[in-house]
């Protein structure tokens, strides 16, 4: 599990910049705070899903649905049950 949290916390490290990411998810679970808007989620979700090969459904394409890398990483990791 904590392979799947290191390297979503990779991922947005290529797409934030300016932040320590690595930093930021030691104290804080929220991804607004890293700059994380519509469009780099749209970005995120492509490598997200590149990565762990997974496909995200379309009524969880929206940012809130994932305000913390918590709900980010319990949704790739139920995804991936399902693509087993």
Same mark, same amino acid.
């Given at each position: 599990?904590?392979? %799947?949290?290191?390297? $979503? $916390?990779? %991922?947005? #490290?290529? @797409?934030?910049?300016? +932040?320590?990411?690595?930093?930021? *998810?030691? +104290?804080?679970?929220? !991804?607004?705070? !890293?700059? %994380?808007? #519509?469009? #780099? *989620?749209?970005?995120?979700?492509? @490598? !997200?899903?590149d990565? *762990?090969?997974i496909?995200?459904?379309?009524?969880? @394409?929206? !940012?809130?649905? *994932?305000?913390?890398?918590?709900? @980010?990483?319990?949704? %790739?990791?139920?995804?991936?049950?399902?693509t087993?």
């Open positions: 599990m904590d392979q %799947i949290r290191d390297k $979503i $916390i990779e %991922i947005i #490290s290529g @797409l934030v910049e300016g +932040t320590d990411v690595h930093k930021h *998810f030691k +104290t804080e679970e929220l !991804l607004e705070p !890293l700059g %994380i808007d #519509s469009f #780099s *989620f749209v970005r995120l979700v492509v @490598l !997200l899903e990565e *762990f090969k496909n995200f459904e379309d009524d969880k @394409l929206i !940012l809130n649905e *994932f305000k913390t890398l918590t709900i @980010l990483e319990k949704y %790739i990791i139920d995804r991936k049950n399902i087993r």
